[in-house]
């Protein structure tokens, strides 16, 4: 069993810049691909980043690519997720998610999900 914290949402201006956190319990996190996705009001929950257990190979989705940056901490058991020049259209609720299969991390479909946090983007 793995639970998922994640932290570092808020409010911020177009342009701006934001840091998730997703700590994770559990002595197996350094086994796990790790990701994020995000929710936006009324729209699916699309796929944002993922990144292999070792951090040796990462994927973005094409909205955020040249943006957004994953990466891991397996001595403190968290995954980031840097968000630079955001935009209004990045508003949404960003989940933290893991699996052992990366795959399944790239189509939304991880074993394990936290709560999520706010991202408000405003122009």
């Known amino acids: 069993q793995v639970q998922l914290v994640e932290s570092g949402g808020g409010l911020v201006q177009a342009g701006g810049s934001l840091r998730l956190s997703c700590a994770a319990s559990?002595?197996?996190?350094?086994?796990?691909?790790m990701g994020w996705c995000r929710q936006a009001p009324g729209k699916e929950r699309d796929f944002v980043a993922a990144?292999?257990?070792?951090?040796?190979?990462?994927y973005y989705a094409d909205s955020v690519k040249d943006r957004f940056t994953i990466s891991r901490d397996n001595a403190k058991n968290t995954v980031y997720l840097q968000m630079n020049s955001l935009k209004r259209e990045d508003t949404a609720i960003y989940l933290c998610?893991?699996?052992?299969?990366?795959?399944?991390?790239?189509?939304?479909?991880?074993?394990?999900w936290g709560q999520g946090t706010q991202v408000t983007v405003s122009s």
């Open positions: 559990g002595r197996t996190f350094s086994s796990y691909a």
């Open positions: 998610t893991c699996d052992r299969i990366i795959g399944l991390l790239t189509t939304g479909r991880g074993s394990y």
């Open positions: 990144i292999t257990w070792s951090g040796g190979s990462t």
